[in-house]
């Protein structure tokens, strides 16, 4: 296959691509006769709970069967029946669904879903969706950056399947958000290269559809970063004293900005107003600081189970499972620390570098905590709601890694690269060998070590390799993160039938 060939098909190979890791991620749940939903909880509870008892494949998911189906339940009554249900009379006295993002009453794409599926296949459906859209949405934001066509499919890849979307695929809200997240940014960049602001309506309209996607943590967090990107390509341009690029750099922020929170106003403040009498009480500093991402979850980046897993032999870490979980691939986490040093020192390897450094030290709750209440919404923050940023950014710099080792080959960087990830992972391992003193399930966890510190090695000898059969290699590279993700993934959320 030409270098040609792979540019000009390389969308629709992307496309392909995505579609059969999410298919294969969802399998028989797009059957009739199947859903993406924990029903299997229904014998735990009355009056089903008179019929022969069934295990659960995955307790820790209930939220979707308590609260999300329910829900879509309502929505899609309502639509089908030609009316907006924006008042829930079946919660305690009443409760107003306009003023909870959650229940995403203006979400067009549930709107639209509502009139032609059942509520039971309609989350599976979606889900499908938006997974390939997360994927095409990053491979578009990295072709935007002139990075090789494999490394944006590889990105693309990453940020599909990373951990944090898989252990929250069926609350629905996450995915409606985090799926639009590169489209920003891919608007964006484009608005700024071509210097037309219809591409910043066009990432304005992505905002507002994202805000009204549900999970508005998400959208508190993605600005922070948005801003830092934005930023860091201004300045790069005033430096080379191209004031002209620089100042658009800024004002093609605006648009996005105000479309975007105008789009979204339908459900911020509502749900702005709510939020004051609401169970969860407004947050502090220091309240914040008790939702950080611990640091020796860290090793959970190379070995996902290491504190054990709900489906197996159950947890035993800090707070749950699902609220620790970032991975986004062992051979990928290599291969991102490999980018710090093989990637071009352009402007957008600053931007990446910048946004994994801010994404860390933000959720493992740094001292810039105290500057988040300089903007509005910082008051109801968890900082583990932001775990998302650790896979955005390492989709980011998996890309620059890959373009590194493709386009210059057997260079002292690259040499320096594994010396560097060898000691990061090493450093992990150190960190995270105390917390395994008389655990009863220390042998899982140096199993689950193992498997991550073999990827991470497999990863790097195909770079080492990369000149010699590119497309091959990347290839291979490419087949390693999508089979390890979907190998550790695709048996946490209970796919069930809908006889329950």
């Not at 993002?101 to 599926?117: D, E, G, H, K, R």
């Not at 859209?133 to 950056?145: E, I, K, N």
């Not at 629905?172 to 700024?192: C, D, K, M, N, Q």
């Not at 970032?326 to 710090?340: E, H, Q, R, T």
Request: hydrophobic letters at 50%; proline letters at 6%; a positive charge.
């Amino acid at each position: 296959m030409s270098k040609g060939i792979v540019h000009k098909r390389s969308g629709w190979i992307a496309l392909i691509l995505f579609a059969v890791a999410a298919t294969a991620l969802l399998r028989h749940s797009l059957l009739p006769d199947y859903a993406l939903l924990p029903l299997d909880l229904v014998n735990n509870n009355e009056p089903w709970a008179l019929s022969e008892p069934i295990v659960p494949q995955n307790a820790l998911i209930s939220d979707p069967f308590y609260s999300f189906y329910p829900r879509r339940y309502l929505l899609t009554e309502s639509i089908q029946q030609g009316e907006l249900p924006l008042w829930n009379p079946f919660v305690m006295a009443g409760t107003p669904n306009f003023a909870n993002p959650n229940f995403q009453l203006f979400y067009w794409p549930n709107l639209i879903t509502a009139v032609f599926l059942p509520a039971v296949h309609a989350l599976s459906w979606l889900a499908w969706g938006h997974l390939i859209l997360s994927g095409m949405l990053m491979y578009l934001f990295l072709r935007r950056q002139q990075l090789i066509v494999p490394a944006c499919w590889l990105g693309g890849m990453v940020w599909l399947l990373n951990g944090y979307t898989l252990v929250w695929l069926e609350n629905p809200h996450r995915l409606s958000t985090a799926a639009w997240i590169p489209g920003i940014f891919w608007a964006y960049e484009t608005a700024v290269q071509t210097k037309r602001y219809r591409w910043a309506a066009i990432g304005g309209l992505i905002l507002g559809t994202a805000i009204l996607g549900g999970q508005v943590q998400f959208i508190f967090a993605t600005g922070l970063v948005f801003g830092l990107y934005g930023l860091i390509g201004a300045l790069s341009r005033w430096q080379k004293e191209d004031w002209a690029s620089a100042k658009q750099c800024v004002l093609m922020m605006l648009p996005i900005g105000l479309i975007g929170l105008g789009i979204g106003s339908l459900v911020l403040l509502p749900s702005t107003e709510f939020a004051q009498i609401s169970q969860r009480s407004l947050a502090d500093a220091t309240t914040i600081l008790d939702s950080r991402w611990p640091t020796s979850q860290l090793i959970t980046l190379l070995a996902p189970d290491f504190f054990g897993n709900p489906q197996t032999i159950g947890y035993w870490g800090t707070s749950n499972y699902a609220e620790m979980t970032a991975y986004f691939g062992a051979g990928a986490l290599a291969l991102a620390i490999s980018g710090v040093l093989v990637g071009g020192y352009g402007r957008f390897y600053i931007q990446a570098v910048a946004i994994a450094s801010f994404s860390l030290l933000l959720v493992i709750g740094s001292p810039l905590i105290n500057t988040l209440f300089i903007f509005p919404g910082a008051e109801f923050l968890s900082l583990r709601r932001l775990l998302f940023l650790i896979p955005f950014a390492g989709a980011l710099l998996v890309a620059i890694g890959l373009d590194g080792w493709w386009l210059k080959p057997s260079s002292n960087r690259q040499l320096a690269a594994l010396g560097v990830v060898g000691t990061s992972l090493a450093l992990l391992v150190i960190r995270a060998i105390p917390t395994l003193e008389n655990v009863p399930q220390a042998n899982s966890s140096w199993q689950n070590l193992g498997r991550g510190l073999l990827l991470a090695t497999v990863m790097l000898g195909l770079m080492v390799y990369l000149p010699k059969r590119p497309f091959l290699i990347a290839g291979l590279a490419l087949l390693i993160v999508m089979l390890d993700l979907l190998q550790w993934g695709w048996r946490f959320n209970p796919i069930t039938s809908t006889e329950l």
